[in-house]
Each structure stands twice: as structure tokens, then as C-alpha cells.
């Protein structure tokens, strides 16, 4: 098979060979040969700070990467994305979450149309809406304020909206409680609703296309146990409000389309917590904050669409995945947040660039010659230190690692802030340089032991610091990784805003619970083990 045209690219070549070359070079070389490394390889903008002088490159390396780049046509695809071009081809849409976080007064057309105005108006509009319910004069259907807001939703409808609500918790209205639930798995909704009053209880469901079997079964059960407790279908009006594109199916769920709160096919689900999915998020941190977040979106975006490439914060965390990825064959990458509020970014991750980046083919549909997106993982420090980092420090993968933090604490207490920085520090630096089996041995360790306590070093981390988590730097945050993976996808040359993979779990099971729960043993058409688990669930169930 002939090479891929990405692999034939001079600078991709180049890079190959500056691998072979580099690749045995120590960081602790590398940081011998230049004393001001940590500051030549730093970037600050937008209150980030971006410390990638501990990833496994020189000079040149990034030289040759933003030549591969320019090669692969990241201005054009950049302005092409910003300017609302169907740059998702394979379901022939626009790519505009940018323009979810576009001031007021800002034009961005698609079809003639300007959207921004849209936007403005669904965030009036769920601005009232939270104020409304914030301040009680929203009531429930037996007269009581709301206590607790409970927001059904899955994958780019869930996994946004509860990261954001723990991310900016020390933000929200305390006397607000605020729950999350997903699985299809009944214990979800039913450990969320067991203690909780209906009469005081709002549900938003979320789902762009109002179809999704998880969050449709769920609404329905909501709704079963509101009108069972309040004893008035009538009840749904006050404790129902909906986040869709759909009207139709809004409508007839029970819904009135008065209390829904819209957004557009051009918002994919995993980029869409700044649209009406983050309604739960604005419900908790009020709207002046909500708008802060997206001011901070929307400082990135323009970061990464006017900097120099040398100092641009998505392109460069982008270029460095690469770099890892394809050049270092590092197939994971660790986001490790040392900020307990973040305990959810990890996993909001994980879709955003795993199901934008695990692709096969390319945007024409040819089978691709490299690996595409790594898998993302990862867990808040300094909780993973006693765990995986192990695996991280000694084991035989190279798990390049991004470390997060904040200088202030939003919840000092004693020491304890400092203790944290200094872990997240420490273990940046200890990841690089190692311990030599000579600085093992000068300690006194007996000479069996040497090798087991010896550290090889040499393992690449970025360090990502802010002053503080704010609504602000959580919307920067995101928007950094949300432009890096378009980034990464730019170089691969594959479609980062289609989910065919989760389409087709939308299908798989629909045949399947029909032979789970007929009456009469059913015909099985399977494998041998498929047409086996069948069986045994029916015998077991
Ligand atoms: C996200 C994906 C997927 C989607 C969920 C929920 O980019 O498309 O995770 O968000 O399947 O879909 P609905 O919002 O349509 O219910």
C-alpha cells in the first residue's frame, strides 16, 4: 500500500527523521543545553500559562511541527471553521461552536443568516428563565419555590453541564441542590430522586435531537414519579422545562415549547456546555457568572485564531499531541487537574477528544497509516499519585501527562494549597529528570535495590497554571482543549465533529431487548456467544 499523502508531507518526513535523531536525547540534556529552557518554552496569554519545556523537543521540533501545519492547512481550515463553513463533512454541517461565546452585536452568517443575535436571544431568555428560578418567584405546581434542579441529559448533553456545575461549585446558589443523571441503569434517577420533594424538584432534559433512548426513558420515569407524587399531569408545566432542537418531539413529551430552550445542528453535542445544554450550569452560577465563562471561551477563541503560531496556546498543545502521538508512539495522555473542583474535567475530556479524534479515515474516506486521537484518562491530583502514577513513573509506556493548577485556592485551609502545588510541581520535574541509579545508590540504598528505586526520567509533561478557577478560566480552559483536538484533527485529516461510532450504539440494542424480554424463548440469529448471553439473561432475570 502506498504511504498516505500526510506521511509523504516533507515536514512529516522531517519530523520522522528529527525522531530518530532526538529521541535519545535526555531531557536532562536538553535542559543542560539551554539554562533559560523553562522560559524559552513557556507561553502566557489570557491568563494561562503553559509551561511545554518538559516535552521531548528542541527548536527544531516545533519548527518542523508548525510546517507540517502550514502543510496541512491550518489557517484555512481555522478561518474556514470560524466563518461557519460545513466543515463537518460527513453530516454536511457548520462547525460554530465559537459562535455560542461571540459577543452581542457580533456577526457570524451561515446561509445569509447571523447566528450570533440567536445565541443572544436563548441566552436572554435562559437568563430570565434562571433568574426567575433563583430568586423563587418560579413556582412549582403546588405553589412551593424550587429546591432542586435536576438535569437529565447523556454524553455531550451530561458530561459538560456536570463538569462545569463541580468546576464552579463554590460559585453556585447553595440553597440549590443540583443532580445529574444519565444511565439508562433506573438506580441512576432513582438514588437522585429518593430523598428529594417533588413539589420543589425542576427537570431540564436535555437532548439535541429529543430522541435518545437513555435520556427519553429517563424523562419519562421523571415525569411518572412527578405527576405520581403531585397527583396532576398538569404538574409537568411547572417542573418540566426542555433543551433540544427538536420542537416536535419536545411537544410531545408534554412540554410547552414556551419552556423550551433551543440551540442548532451546528453545535455538536460534546461542544455544546456554553449553549442551552449548560441551562443547569447557569441555574447554579447565575447568569452574570455564566457569561464570564463564555467571555472566557471566547478570549481563546480569539487567542487561537489571531496568535503567531509560535505563541498560540491550542496550536501549540495540538502540534505537541502530535508530536507524542506519531513521532514518540505514545498512545495515552494523562489530564491531571490538582484541583478537586476539577474532578469531572478528566472525564469531560475524554469525549470531547476521544470521540472527536478516534477516527479511521480520513475526511475522503481513505483508511489511515498513522494513529489517530490517544486515549485520554485521568483522575485529580494528588489522589493518582498513590495509585496509576506508578505506572506513569517506572512502568515501560510513555504516558505524556497534562498537569492543571491554580495558584490561589478558592478554599484555603491552612497549608493545604501550597501542599497541592507543590505535589503538581514535583511531579513534573521528577517525571523528567528521574533518579540515576548513582543518586539511588549515593542515598545509601543496598545495591538489589538499586534498579527498583532507580527513576529513567525523560517522561514529557505540559504544566498548565491560572491564577484562580474562575467561570472566566474554566471557559479558557476548555476552549484550549476544545481548539487543540480541532487542531490535532486538522493534521490527521479526518472528520473531529462526526460520531458514527455512537450512532451505532443508538441502534445495537433496539433488536436486542426485544429478545431480552419476549415472552416466548425467541428465535436467536447470533453469534454463539451473543445467542448465549441472551439465554442466560432470560434464564436469570
Ligand atoms: C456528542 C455526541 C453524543 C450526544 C449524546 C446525546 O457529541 O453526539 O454524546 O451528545 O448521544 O445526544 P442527544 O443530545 O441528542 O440526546
Known amino acids: 500500500m502506498s504511504q498516505s499523502a500526510l506521511r509523504r508531507l516533507p515536514a512529516w518526513q522531517a519530523l520522522q527523521q528529527h525522531a530518530a535523531v532526538l529521541g535519545d536525547k535526555h531531557l536532562r540534556q536538553l535542559f543542560a543545553d539551554d ?19 518538559k516535552q521531548r523537543i528542541d527548536a527544531d521540533t516545533l519548527r518542523l511541527l508548525r510546517e507540517l501545519a502550514t502543510a496541512c492547512e491550518l489557517p484555512q481550515r481555522t478561518e474556514a471553521m ?9 453530516e454536511d454541517r457548520a462547525v460554530l461552536h465559537v459562535a455560542l461565546r461571540a459577543p452581542r452585536g457580533e456577526q457570524i452568517l451561515l446561509d445569509r443568516h447571523d447566528v450570533v443575535a440567536e445565541v443572544h436571544e436563548v441566552l436572554d431568555r435562559m437568563a430570565a428563565f434562571a433568574d426567575r428560578v433563583r430568586s423563587g418567584s418560579w413556582l412549582g405546581h403546588t405553589g412551593k419555590r424550587i429546591r432542586s434542579v435536576i438535569s437529565i441529559g447523556i454524553g455531550g448533553s451530561d458530561l459538560g453541564p456536570v463538569m462545569a456545575y463541580e468546576a464552579l461549585r463554590d460559585y453556585s446558589a447553595r440553597d440549590l441542590t443540583f443532580r445529574f443523571v444519565s444511565n439508562v441503569d433506573g438506580t441512576d434517577l432513582l438514588e437522585a430522586t429518593h430523598d428529594l420533594d417533588a413539589a420543589e424538584t425542576l427537570f431540564i432534559v436535555c437532548s439535541k435531537t429529543f430522541t435518545t433512548l437513555e ?5 419519562h420515569a421523571a415525569r411518572d414519579w412527578c405527576v405520581q407524587a403531585l397527583g396532576d399531569e398538569k404538574a409537568v408545566a411547572k417542573h418540566f422545562v426542555a433543551v433540544s432542537t427538536n420542537a416536535v418531539e419536545v411537544k410531545k413529551f408534554g412540554i410547552d415549547t414556551a419552556h423550551m430552550f433551543g440551540f442548532w445542528d451546528w453545535v455538536g453535542g460534546r461542544y455544546s ?37 509560535e505563541r498560540n496556546l491550542p496550536v501549540l498543545m495540538g502540534l505537541l499531541a502530535i508530536w507524542n502521538n506519531n513521532f ?20 469531560y475530556l475524554q469525549q470531547l477528544t476521544m470521540e472527536s479524534n478516534g477516527k479511521h479515515v480520513t475526511l475522503e474516506g481513505t483508511t489511515v497509516d498513522y494513529a489517530t486521537g490517544p486515549i485520554f484518562w485521568g483522575e485529580p491530583g494528588t489522589n ?5 502514577y506508578q505506572l ?22 491552612g497549608q493545604q494549597h501550597d501542599l497541592l502545588i507543590a505535589n503538581l510541581i514535583a511531579q513534573g520535574e521528577a517525571l523528567a529528570f528521574g533518579k540515576s541509579a548513582d543518586e539511588v545508590r549515593a542515598e545509601g540504598t543496598p545495591e538489589a535495590l538499586v534498579p527498583h528505586r532507580s527513576f529513567a526520567g525523560n517522561r514529557p509533561s505540559n504544566t498548565i497554571l491560572a491564577q484562580k478557577l474562575t467561570p472566566h478560566a474554566l471557559g479558557t480552559l476548555v476552549a484550549l482543549y476544545e481548539h487543540s483536538v480541532f487542531v490535532q484533527g486538522v493534521i490527521w485529516g479526518i472528520d473531529s465533529f462526526d460520531q458514527w461510532g455512537v450512532e451505532l450504539g443508538k441502534q445495537l440494542a433496539k433488536t436486542t431487548i ?11 440469529a447470533h453469534d454463539s456467544s451473543t445467542n448465549t448471553l441472551i439465554r442466560r439473561y432470560r434464564q436469570w432475570r
Open 35 to 53: 539554562p533559560r529552557r523553562g522560559e524559552t518554552f513557556s507561553v502566557e496569554d489570557v491568563g494561562l500559562y503553559l509551561d511545554y519545556s
Open 82 to 90: 470560524f466563518r461557519g463553513k460545513r466543515i463537518n463533512r460527513t
Open 215 to 219: 435520556t427519553l426513558t429517563n424523562a
Open 273 to 309: 456546555m456554553d449553549s442551552a445544554i449548560g441551562l443547569s450550569t447557569m441555574l447554579a452560577i447565575g447568569p452574570e457568572h455564566f457569561r464570564e465563562m463564555l467571555a472566557g471561551f471566547h478570549a481563546m477563541d480569539e487567542h487561537f485564531r489571531h496568535t503567531p503560531y
Open 328 to 347: 514518540l508512539d505514545a498512545a495515552t495522555v494523562a489530564v491531571l487537574p490538582y484541583e478537586q473542583y476539577l474532578k469531572r474535567f478528566p472525564a
Open 384 to 388: 493518582g499519585q498513590h495509585s496509576f
Open 392 to 413: 506513569i513513573h517506572q512502568g515501560t509506556r510513555i504516558v505524556p501527562c497534562d498537569f492543571i493548577g491554580f495558584a490561589q485556592s478558592l478554599n484555603p485551609l
Open 514 to 524: 426485544a429478545e431480552l424480554t419476549a415472552k416466548d424463548e425467541p428465535k436467536l
